[in-house]
Nanobody
Framework: QVQLVESGGGYVQAGGSLRLSCAAS???????MGWYRQAPGKQRELVAS???????NYADSVKGRFTISRDNAKNSVYLQMNSLKPEDTAVYYC???????????????WGQGTRVTVSS
């Protein structure tokens, strides 16, 4: 079964850092991968995305603080979050546009979410 498995969330004070990881288990290759977040009472928003070739895109609110990267050999994507602010508090979700496996692909895959809490 193809699924995205996230790890790395937690509790940190403002100014601190966290690194999120997401592995596409059961898959061979993923196209665009990204991180979204949803804060209480707000809509889910794109944080950052990265193509298979390494081209990255960031939300304005995280530019200069967050870095997205991926390891195609491990079919994984990461989010390094530095200089965290209380407004970064949210549940973070990993997403893959398409995950290819033997015999097919799965479209628009989501992880279960990992919670990030930043205290002031």
């Amino acid at each position: 079964q193809v699924q995205l498995v996230e790890s790395g969330g937690g509790y940190v004070q403002a100014g601190g850092s966290l690194r999120l990881s997401c592995a596409a288990s059961g898959g061979i290759f993923s196209t665009i991968m990204g991180w979204y977040r949803q804060a209480p009472g707000k809509q889910r928003e794109l944080v950052a995305s990265i193509t298979s070739g390494g081209g990255a895109n960031y939300a304005d609110s995280v530019k200069g603080r967050f870095t997205i990267s991926r390891d195609n050999a491990k079919n994984s994507v990461y989010l390094q979050m530095n200089s965290l602010k209380p407004e970064d508090t949210a549940v973070y979700y990993c997403n893959a546009d398409r995950i290819f496996f033997m015999g097919g692909f799965k479209y628009d895959c989501w992880g279960q979410g990992t919670r990030v809490t930043v205290s002031s």
